[in-house]
């Protein structure tokens, strides 16, 4: 079992900044790949960004450039950097942990707000 507990989610204006944090415990493998994504209402999740144990990061078209995925030394825990927010970068923004054997899990999302 993999627990993750999301932090950081707030409500910011159009062009602010966000910074999200999930924090792992519990039967962790040290090959790994922790990623955020985010789900709006009425809408399907979607993915945002993945960073695996190397460090390797992947983002999608929507938030390339305005969004930053990290890992801690431990790789423990990770983050999500998110600059320039736009409107339609609202939603819950939930962690995932994946690693093989498949094993998935997911964190129970925090929410992020972006209105003037």
């Known amino acids: 079992q993999v627990q993750l507990v999301e932090s950081g989610g707030g409500s910011v204006q159009p062009g602010g900044s966000l910074r999200l944090s999930c924090a792992a415990s519990?039967?962790?493998?040290?090959?790994?790949?922790m990623g955020w994504y985010r789900q709006a209402p009425g809408k399907q999740r979607e993915l945002v960004a993945t960073?695996?144990?190397?460090?390797?990061?992947r983002y999608s078209d929507s938030v390339k450039g305005r969004f930053t995925i990290s890992r801690d030394n431990a790789k423990t825990t990770v983050y999500l950097q998110m600059n320039s927010l736009k409107p339609e970068d609202a939603a819950v923004y939930y962690c995932?942990?994946?690693?093989?054997?498949?094993?998935?899990?997911w964190g129970r999302g925090t929410q992020v707000t972006v209105s003037s």
């Open positions: 995932n942990y994946y690693s093989t054997p498949v094993r998935q899990y």
């Open positions: 519990g039967s962790i493998f040290s090959i790994n790949i």
């Open positions: 960073i695996n144990s190397s460090g390797s990061t």
